[in-house]
T-cell receptor, first 122, second 107 residues
Framework: QVQLVQSGAEVKKPGASVKVSCKAS????????MHWVRQAPGHRLEWMGW????????QYSQKFRDKVTITRDTSARTAYMELSSLTSEDTAVYYC???????????????WGQGTLITVSS | DIQMTQSPSSVSASVGDRVTITCQAS??????LNWYQQRPGKAPKLLIY???NLVPEGPSRFSGSGSGTHFTFTISSLQPEDLATYYC?????????FGQGTKLEIK
């Protein structure tokens, strides 16, 4: 069955960077696009960007363009989301997600990782 | 960015009640509107896609309707397991944006 397993929670100091992984199984990794979504405490879900796992093309929300880098390792069937210059405002749960079923539109996410909590604190 | 506004922000209802949530887009989104359920401590789960289509594994008590800028999500007969926060999301234009969520509590 399709699974997305994300790396564990991390605590980082302001100014540091963090890289979250999302390991995929149960489907053809390179045939789909992986998205990243953020959920900060008390805030709505925010779409951050996506990567075409086949060719590596990325697209980012303007809000996160200077903050996030999304990459993938096809041999490891893993997508990554790196956050730089962390501040307390980056404290959130980060999810990877993708559209798995053909009948869905490009921006509908029917498979999600379990989420990774990133806490930024001095 | 397209702004998505949900109402109410929270609702409390009894088992068996009919519950309706609305979602207003700041511009026409061509029915590119999804609804998600997020149970406490869990990832969101897609329930309704393209405004009115229930995912195959979705319970039939969930439904969606609307077009253009105004959309509704309905639970026809509330069940205890429906305790969750519900979000609308548009994907007509980047960045994809979500509503602020509606927290559903069971009386």
């Amino acid at each position: 069955q399709v699974q997305l397993v994300q790396s564990g929670a991390e605590v980082k100091k302001p100014g540091a960077s963090v890289k979250v992984s999302c390991k995929a199984s149960g489907y053809s990794f390179t045939s789909y696009t992986m998205h990243w979504v953020r959920q900060a405490p008390g805030h709505r879900l925010e779409w951050m960007g996506w990567i075409d796992a086949g060719n590596g093309f990325t697209q980012y929300s303007q809000k996160f363009r200077d903050k996030v880098t999304i990459t993938r390792d096809t041999s490891a069937r893993t997508a990554y989301m790196e956050l730089s210059s962390l501040t307390s405002e980056d404290t959130a749960v980060y999810y990877c997600a993708f559209k798995g079923h053909h009948y869905l539109g490009f921006g509908a996410f029917d498979y999600w990782g379990q989420g990774t909590l990133i806490t930024v604190s001095s | 960015d397209i702004q998505m506004t949900q109402s109410p922000s929270s609702v409390s209802a009894s088992v068996g009640d009919r519950v309706t949530i609305t979602c207003q887009a700041s511009q026409d989104i061509n029915n590119y509107l999804n609804w998600y359920q997020q149970r406490p401590g869990k990832a969101p789960k897609l329930l309704i896609y393209d405004a009115s289509n229930l995912v195959p594994e979705g319970p039939s008590r969930f439904s969606g309707s609307g077009s253009g800028t105004h959309f509704t999500f309905t639970i026809s007969s509330l069940q205890p397991e429906d305790l969750a926060t519900y979000y609308c999301q548009q994907y007509d234009d980047l960045p994809y944006t979500f509503g602020q969520g509606t927290k559903l509590e069971i009386k």
